[in-house]
Each structure stands twice: as structure tokens, then as C-alpha cells.
């Protein structure tokens, strides 16, 4: 069998890969740079765009399933270079998909598509596509998962996945830009500091990916989506301090409320778009919510339907993670 991984050199791409390869499967790997350690495992590396229909095309012919794990991320950007990228790029992979043959689709979509502004308390699958949107990645995430779903026929399975905060080895977003913004102090708990969070360790999302692919060969999850993490909400900011006090960091002690903070991010918001300046600003609207407010979910469906199973503790978890930063100076 041989099995395209859109994003297979990102993060959680590069564990999916690692998990097919070592069931011995063919493994290829479309994205937009060149990436020589997928090759020296043997993984046939495709360069090119997910925007650009023919380079998906290229890259679906011949295989027999799909993981599209690839995606922009970030709170920052133009509407066009996430439409392009999230919901282009996954009608592009859907409609290649649909004209190959492909029998099986994996979609990795974030719990993001439900953002409303306001907490969430352990609801499920129930939940409704969010609104009142504040950054454009979870908007077009939310088109594209859409998208995938509507595809769902007998002859192409789909099934997408809703990982939150997902962090581990290699990580190279969340905790490293936590501990960058902490050793530069900018960095503050946000609310009251007591707001309970997903997360997801990435070995188990990778893991999750391919349940999910096995439950779609009897047709089990197929049209549905699915929260998946550790199954245990943390404390977020007490469970970053953990992370902090590990690297030998001090502690995060200094609150800002969420008006303050929320108000904060619009001005930087509008600062960044008038000025046009470089990268992100220092908080956004969607950033002050997502930090002071619950999120956190039921993911017991996904057991149930999928056959999803955790393989690690959240204490081993942080213990793999903490060392993994260490090694790489942070």
C-alpha cells in the first residue's frame, strides 16, 4: 500500500510517517520544500504547493490513501494566504483524491472550527461550526473541514481529526515560542489563571491519525469529526509552569485580565495592519481569548468510534517533552 502524507517533514506529519513506515508501507510526502531526512528513510518526497492543483494532482496519483495533515497555521496573516493554503489547498487534495481512486482520506483539522469567543466545558461532537471569528486560520479551518466531510461517499472514506495543543518531541511552535516570550518577558497569564485546557501529545495524535485510518476500512467514523488530546484537561498555566520549572525557567506569576489583554490585541492588530510590519504582534484578540478561557472537550466518541487509545501518561509526556527542550537550549 502506498500512502501520500500532505506536510509529512512538519510535526505532526513526520510522526504519521514514522508510524507508516514502520508498518512497512510506502510512504510519500508532498510539500513545499525539499526535505532530505524523509528521503534517507526511504519516504519519495514530492515538492510543491497545495494551492497549486496540479502539484496535488501529481502527488494523490498512484496512492491509495491520503493523510492531509498539511496546513498555515498561526494567528497572523492575510485572508488570501490562509484561504489559499487551508481551504484551496484541501479542495485541491479532495478533488485529487476523488479523481485517483483514493478510497481513504484522513483530514487533521483543529478544535479551532468551533471557536466562538466563549469557553468550553467538556461538549462534543454536538458543537456547532463557530462564528464571531477572530483570527483567519480557524475560520478557514473550519471551511476546509466542511469541505472534507461533504466528500464523504462509499468510495472515498473521510474522517477528520481535531487534535488541541498538540506539543512533544520536536515541537516547533508551542512550547518553544512559550519559553522564548517568557525569557523575554513578555509573556503573562492571562485571567485568573485557573482555566482548564486540552492538550495532546504529539506520539498520540500520531497515533490517533491511524486509528482513525483503520476504523475508515469498515467504514467506522467516516463523514464525522473528532476531538482527540490526553483526556485529562490541565490547569494551563500551572501545567506550563511545570514546563517552565523543567528547563530550569521561573515561573510564570504576573496576571493581566482578559479585557485588559483582549484590548491589548486589538491594538496590536491594528497597529501590525496599518503599519504593515513583519511576523505577529505580541497578542491578538483570538489569542487573549484562547489563553484566559476553558477549551477543553469530549473526546470519548473517538474512542468509541475509532478505536483511539492513549499510549502515554501526561507524566511521561511532559518527561519525553522537557528533555526534548533541553537538548535543543531551550
Given amino acids: 500500500m502506498k500512502i501520500l502524507v500532505t506536510g509529512g517533514g512538519g510535526f505532526v506529519g513526520g510522526y504519521i510517517v514514522d508510524l507508516l513506515l514502520a508498518r512497512g508501507y510506502a510512504v510519500r510526502s508532498l510539500g513545499r520544500s525539499p526535505q532530505p531526512k524523509l528521503e534517507a528513510k526511504g519516504v519519495e518526497v514530492i515538492c510543491g504547493d497545495l494551492a497549486d492543483n496540479q502539484s496535488v494532482s501529481d502527488a494523490v496519483a498512484g496512492v491509495d490513501a491520503v493523510f492531509h495533515v498539511a496546513a498555515k497555521a498561526g494567528v497572523w496573516g492575510s485572508w488570501d494566504s490562509y484561504y489559499q493554503a487551508n481551504v484551496v489547498g484541501t479542495k485541491n487534495v479532495v478533488e485529487a483524491c476523488q479523481a485517483h481512486g483514493v478510497t481513504r482520506l484522513v483530514y487533521t483539522s483543529t478544535p479551532s472550527v468551533v471557536f466562538n469567543r466563549q469557553p468550553f466545558r467538556g461538549q462534543g461532537n454536538e458543537l456547532p461550526y463557530g462564528k464571531n471569528w477572530l483570527c483567519h486560520y480557524a475560520h478557514t479551518k473550519a471551511i476546509a473541514e466542511q469541505e472534507v466531510l461533504a466528500a464523504n461517499t462509499d468510495s472515498l472514506k473521510v474522517v477528520a481529526l481535531r487534535p488541541h495543543l498538540v506539543f512533544g518531541p520536536g515541537d516547533p511552535h508551542l512550547l518553544p515560542r512559550v519559553v522564548e516570550s517568557v525569557k523575554a518577558g513578555r509573556l503573562k497569564i492571562v485571567g485568573d489563571g485557573r482555566n482548564r485546557v486540552d492538550v495532546s501529545f504529539v506520539k498520540d495524535v500520531a497515533a490517533a491519525h491511524l486509528a482513525a485510518f483503520d476504523a475508515l476500512d469498515s467504514g467506522r467514523g ?63 484578540r483570538f489569542v487573549a481569548v484562547e489563553l484566559a478561557k476553558d477549551h477543553y472537550f469530549d473526546c470519548a466518541q473517538a474512542e468509541h468510534d475509532l478505536g483511539v487509545a492513549l499510549g502515554y501518561t501526561m507524566k511521561d509526556a511532559l518527561n519525553q517533552t522537557i528533555s526534548d527542550l533541553k537538548e535543543r537550549g531551550f
Fill in 222 to 284: 467516516a463523514g464525522q469529526a473528532y476531538f482527540i488530546s490526553q483526556g485529562q484537561p490541565v490547569e494551563i498555566w500551572p501545567w506550563l509552569n511545570q514546563v517552565l520549572e523543567g528547563l530550569g525557567h521561573p515561573p510564570l506569576t504576573k496576571k493581566i485580565p482578559l479585557p485588559l489583554a483582549y484590548a491589548a490585541g486589538g491594538v496590536g492588530e491594528l497597529v501590525w495592519k496599518l503599519f504593515n510590519r513583519s511576523g505577529e504582534p505580541p497578542i491578538t
